[in-house]
T-cell receptor, first 113, second 116 residues
Framework: QQQVKQSPQSLIVQKGGISIINCAYENTAFDYFPWYQQFPGKGPALLIAIRPDVSEKKEGRFTISFNKSAKQFSLHIMDSQPGDSATYFC????????????FGRGTQLTVWP | DARVTQTPRHKVTEMGQEVTMRCQPILGHNTVFWYRQTMMQGLELLAYFRNRAPLDDSGMPKDRFSAEMPDATLATLKIQPSEPRDSAVYFCASGLAATGSYNEQFFGPGTRLTVL
């Protein structure tokens, strides 16, 4: 059973546009929701993370929106750049105990120049 | 520059052979994770350790996979015998579990395994 569901599977955006990736989870015990960015041939790297006590977190062009009641969270990339082309994974865990990460299936983002 | 290191980066082997992958976690981290990435299954947890003790290895096929931490600076994942369906990228990640804080998992570059 997929603990975290992610959509879309792939996304093509023009340079300067907004990229939006959505995730949903079921387990209300999750208290840590990171997004990872992965380039080909590399390991996933933490991009931004949120805890359920806030509804939004912004770091530069990257924003996480969190809806606790709907058990959904999303990543927004503003002013998307070709260098943002990568695979993005949402995840969830019991962050307070550094538990295992449950990953979504990933979204392959392509930003056209 | 603290980072997780993994060796080998690439491994091609024949079915039935033993494969050992190694991971050096970031110095001071007390939790080590092994993940496997495939196109079909995505990123899935195989096992993880805290303070060198296994906490969860439910994702690992027990008959052929084994994971150990001989010491705090080395984690190993062994497959014996290997099968073509084990072909995947294997990632090690480490982190520091500390009371009262949320902690990041840092991923290594992965070992790309091909079993012929």
């Amino acid at each position: 059973q997929q603990q975290v569901k992610q959509s879309p599977q792939s996304l093509i955006v023009q340079k300067g546009g907004i990229s939006i990736i959505n995730c949903a989870y079921e387990n209300t015990a999750f208290d840590y929701f990171p997004w990872y960015q992965q380039f080909p041939g590399k390991g996933p790297a933490l991009l931004i993370a949120i805890r359920p006590d806030v509804s939004e977190k912004k770091e530069g062009r990257f924003t996480i929106s969190f809806n606790k009641s709907a058990k959904q969270f999303s990543l927004h990339i503003m002013d998307s750049q070709p260098g943002d082309s990568a695979t993005y994974f949402c995840a969830a865990s019991r962050g307070s105990t550094l538990g295992r990460l449950y990953f979504g299936r990933g979204t392959q983002l392509t930003v056209w120049p | 520059d603290a980072r997780v290191t993994q060796t080998p980066r690439h491994k091609v082997t024949e079915m039935g052979q033993e494969v050992t992958m190694r991971c050096q976690p970031i110095l001071g981290h007390n939790t080590v994770f092994w993940y496997r990435q495939t196109m079909m299954q995505g990123l899935e947890l195989l096992a993880y350790f805290r303070n060198r003790a296994p906490l969860d290895d439910s994702g690992m096929p027990k008959d052929r996979f084994s994971a150990e931490m001989p010491d705090a600076t080395l984690a190993t994942l062994k497959i014996q015998p290997s099968e073509p369906r084990d072909s995947a990228v294997y990632f090690c990640a480490s982190g520091l579990a500390a009371t009262g804080s949320y902690n990041e998992q840092f991923f290594g570059p992965g070992t790309r395994l091909t079993v012929l």
